[in-house]
């Protein structure tokens, strides 16, 4: 059962194809060029043909049953064929055809479905894999084999790309043209790929997602196992739809993706020959740890250019430290520079360019380096890729190469591609290749993290804010006032300034008095967004004759604005007395299909002239709040500046992370606007706010609202241990991976092979990488630890956690049901911990809406059989393995 799903569609041993009679009907031309570059590829496995017209009884067509059926036919006799397929039991199918109507694309579905066949098409191009041999596409002939996997859901663009990269000597594992209708989707292609051994690294052209969680999940597996790069058609710009809030308004749904892509550790290119160039880099050894790239170059033109466009995009040009400057400088020309860019002169020898790299390899201030090399009358090219040759292998660093021009540097392309050193033709796109390194660098760190739905701190009032929201709903109201807006951000203990409503001259100017001067004034309307431009905002009102005529002047202003909009009256405020205090805001609003999204950026009334926004998905934790704040502009201000102390960072994450909290728990909100929210080096409050709600979603109970879901920390409970003691059962992390390592390595042989069917005496950093960093929509792995106490230098006591025992499931493709796992201490057998953890997961299986759960036990471990028949599995042979059985549960 550790085959993935679709082995069968992507690794067959047989095949079925159903092409008919080719003549000179569009769809028979499709099924003459399957057939051709099909046989011209050489597969091996067993391949028999088939005709949806042919007679004969079923067990006849049984003989015919194989992992693949191959249907290139019109489009009248598809169905027919799928039929068959699925009948003589075909595990999977793909249907070369294009333009079928969505109406019989379902109807294929659905045959497909009845049979159990997993469905590649209708309206695909096919598959290639060159490793095997097997090209069931019409894009063309077998491509090289390679370590790239290709999957694009643009049949046009994956013959372009298979035609560079042809002429361009790049091979693949997998090329998978998926097309707009095809049943097996975008992230079951990246789940195989991710487990799939050929493959090093996947690059993926994509145009839309069907469903936000199911794609976060894939790609954030695939990209822990191994560097993926995407490229995106169709940006949408901000501002194209009518919005209730700035955050609406700001908000692209290009800006949304782009925040996915980072929050699932993979890297975005806008060119396919930047998917190349990007996936070249990320498949070397060298992983930076930073941005600052060092420049090295033996020509000041092609250097500037590099730095600019390294500026351009977020880079940093490393500065080599002064001592490193220092021992360089006196082995180099007179002219040489080594001040940002390292120009070592047009008459740079070989020996000037391995100084300068191995005192750049060496020091702290740089991340990785770039070498440029402009061909020269006298140069040296090939003995500067001979130095290069003696430092790579024992560099930490990445290194990259740029040698520019073409007949007089071919042979020294050559052979840095010999030395799997990246080499670009120009600098930018050398530049670009180091971005991606670095980009994915920063976007593994965000995924690795795994924030609970709560932080820390003192616990929110969900149940008052539900109430709050409820009632506003119970009024046929989506947009809560000004007061209604800042009780709820109150709910979740996000400071507010002190609000109340006047609906008379007189009254605004007793709550001024009782409030204190200075006052401000906001007119409070539910059908009013902005309201300055409405001249709905007044500011240091310093006397009640100020209050007076302002209420006055604002409500006329307002009516001859808006004549129609409602209007409940005037808040009255105090100012916030945070003189030195920056203007953000903090927002949240709704995409199709990623769900909701939190804003950052500076605030004000000319927030959308301004436009500085970063954004992340819920759930944060205080690293994606500090990375959220210093992705935007307004992040330049919030240090001293004349004068003024640097602002309070802390409580700028904890307000962000307290409207987490409220996206998590409050799956009714839409949009929200906190603008302006002050800080300065005192703290924090929220000035105005603004939210939109609607109706929660059907299941967001349990977080569906969310693209990711959060760490379920309410699954985390303590139990006590035979003979005392007591031991926790919780939710892994990313952070147990050598708690996990430890846990295996002491592990007896037998129990080794038991769990794993294999004498590996270790985790491989692939696997282990993937049982810690998981997906907790589709899995599920507990931990039982212990804390261990141990004695310090200083007469203390440090506690550790140790693990002692592991189950998990993993969702199967029907999504109904799951396989099972488990693992416990041989210190720790016979004290009940087994039958804990299974009943464990067994029961936040059931709590996921599984119906039924099931494992692999080899035959002769009888503990766990054992184990197995007392919690009322049955236990049945396994057909495909006499040496195994198949313990199954209802759940």
Not at 10 to 20: E, L, Q, Y
Not at 166 to 192: K, M, R
Not at 672 to 685: F, K, L, Q
Not at 748 to 764: D, G, H, I, K, W
């Amino acid at each position: 059962m550790d085959r993935h799903y679709l082995t069968p569609l992507f690794s067959p041993k047989s095949i079925v194809v159903f092409a008919g009679q080719p003549d000179q009907t569009p769809e028979l031309k499709l099924a003459r060029t399957l057939l051709r570059d099909f046989a011209a590829a050489g597969f091996t496995g067993d391949v028999r043909q088939l005709d949806a017209d042919m007679s004969g009884t079923l067990s006849e067509l049984a003989q015919s049953r194989a992992d693949l059926a191959l249907i290139a036919l019109p489009p009248e006799r598809i169905a027919p064929a799928l039929e068959i397929a699925g009948r003589i039991r075909c595990r999977t199918a793909l249907i070369l055809s294009s333009s079928l109507p969505v109406g019989q694309c379902a109807e294929l579905h659905d045959i497909a479905h009845r049979f159990g066949m997993h469905l590649l098409g209708p309206n695909s191009l096919g598959f290639q894999r060159p490793h095997s041999k097997l090209n069931a596409s019409v894009l063309g002939s077998l491509a090289a084999p390679g370590p790239l996997a290709l999957v694009s859901q643009s049949g046009a663009l994956t013959s372009s790309i298979l035609d560079w990269a042809g002429a361009n000597g790049v091979g693949f594992s997998t090329i998978v043209s998926l097309g707009p209708n095809t049943a097996v989707e975008l992230p079951q292609v990246l789940d195989f790929l991710a487990n799939d051994a050929r493959t090093q690294s996947i690059l993926v052209y994509m145009e839309g997602i069907r469903h936000a969680r199911r794609f976060m999940s894939a790609l954030r597996a695939a990209a822990y196992a191994k560097p993926v790069v995407v490229m995106k058609a169709g940006r949408q710009p901000a501002g194209s739809r009518a919005a209730l809030t700035h955050s609406a308004a700001i908000v692209g749904s290009d800006d949304v993706f782009d925040a996915a892509l980072r929050r699932a550790g993979v890297v975005r290119v806008n060119a396919f020959t930047q998917l190349f160039s990007a996936a070249k880099c990320l498949a070397s050894r060298f992983r930076p740890v930073g941005k600052r790239l060092a420049i090295i170059t033996n020509g000041g033109g092609p250097g500037v250019l590099a730095a600019d466009w390294a500026n351009e995009i977020g880079l940093d040009v490393a500065h080599l430290s002064p001592a490193t400057v220092a021992e360089l400088q006196p082995q180099l020309a007179v002219g040489a520079s080594l001040e940002s860019v390292a120009d070592l002169g047009e008459d740079a020898t070989a020996a000037q360019y391995r100084s300068v790299l191995q005192g750049a390899l060496a020091d702290r201030e740089v991340d990785g380096v770039l070498l440029i090399h402009s061909p020269k009358p006298d140069g040296e090219p090939d003995a500067i890729v001979q130095a290069i040759g003696e430092l790579s292998p024992k560099a930490g660093k990445p290194i990259l190469a740029c040698w520019m021009g073409d007949e007089r540097v071919r042979s020294a392309r050559d052979a840095l591609a010999a030395l799997a050193v990246p080499n670009f033709r120009t600098p930018e796109a050398a530049v670009d290749a180091f971005h991606s390194i670095a980009s994915f660098y920063r976007n593994q760190q965000l995924l690795q993290q795994t924030p609970p739905p709560l932080s820390e701190g003192a616990k929110p009032d969900t149940e008052g804010a539900r109430l709050l929201i409820e009632s506003v709903l119970a009024e046929r109201r989506k947009v809560l006032t000004e007061m209604e807006s800042k009780a709820l951000l109150a709910a979740f203990h996000i400071p507010v300034t002190r609000t109340m409503l006047a609906r008379t001259a007189n009254e605004a100017m007793l709550i001024a008095s009782q409030l204190g001067y200075p006052v401000a004034l906001k007119i409070d309307s539910p059908d009013i967004s902005h309201k300055s431009d409405v001249q709905g905002v007044a500011l240091n009102i310093l006397s009640a004759t100020g209050v007076r005529d302002t209420f006055d002047d604002m409500l006329a202003a307002v009516r001859k604005a808006l004549p129609q909009a409602r209007v409940n009256g005037v808040t009255i405020q105090p100012m916030s007395g945070m003189r030195r205090g920056r203007e953000l805001y903090i927002g949240m609003t709704t995409d199709q299909p990623f769900g909701p999204v939190i804003a950052f950026g500076a605030g004000g009334t000319m927030i959308e002239l301004i436009h500085d926004r970063s954004m992340e998905l819920p759930p944060l934790n205080q690293f994606l709040a500090r990375r959220l704040i210093e992705r935007s502009r307004a992040a330049l201000t919030l240090g001293e500046y004349r004068g003024a102390p640097a602002a309070n960072i802390e409580a700028l994450e904890q307000v962000l992370l307290r409207v987490s909290e409220m996206v998590c728990a409050l799956p009714h909100l839409r949009e929200m606007d906190i603008n302006p929210i002050i800080v300065d080096d005192s703290g924090v409050v929220a000035v105005d706010a603004r939210i939109v709600i609607d109706h929660a979603p059907p299941g967001a109970g349990n977080y569906q609202h969310l693209a990711i879901l959060p760490y379920p920390k309410a699954h985390e409970r303590e139990w006590p241990m035979k003979g005392g003691g007591l031991y926790t059962i919780r939710p892994i992390q990313p952070d147990d991976a050598q708690m996990l390592q430890a846990f295996v390595r002491a592990m007896t042989p037998e129990s080794r092979y038991f769990r794993f069917v294999s004498a590996m005496t270790e985790l491989p950093a692939s696997m282990l990488a993937r049982y810690t960093l998981i997906d907790y929509d589709r899995e599920m792995a507990l931990v039982a630890v212990v804390r261990d106490r141990q004695a310090t230098a200083d007469g203390g006591f440090t506690e550790t956690e140790r693990l002692i025992g592991v189950s998990r499931y993993i969702t199967n493709p029907d999504q109904t049901s799951c396989e099972f796992s488990l693992a416990v201490s041989d210190d720790y057998k016979g004290q009940g911990l087994g039958s804990r953890l299974m009943l464990s997961i067994i029961d936040f299986a059931r709590s996921k809406g599984l119906s039924e759960i099931e494992g692999l036990i080899l035959a002769g471990n009888d503990p766990m059989l054992r184990l197995m028949r007392s919690l009322n599995f049955r236990l049945l042979p396994f057909p495909d393995d006499p040496d195994f059985r198949l313990a199954k549960m209802a759940l």
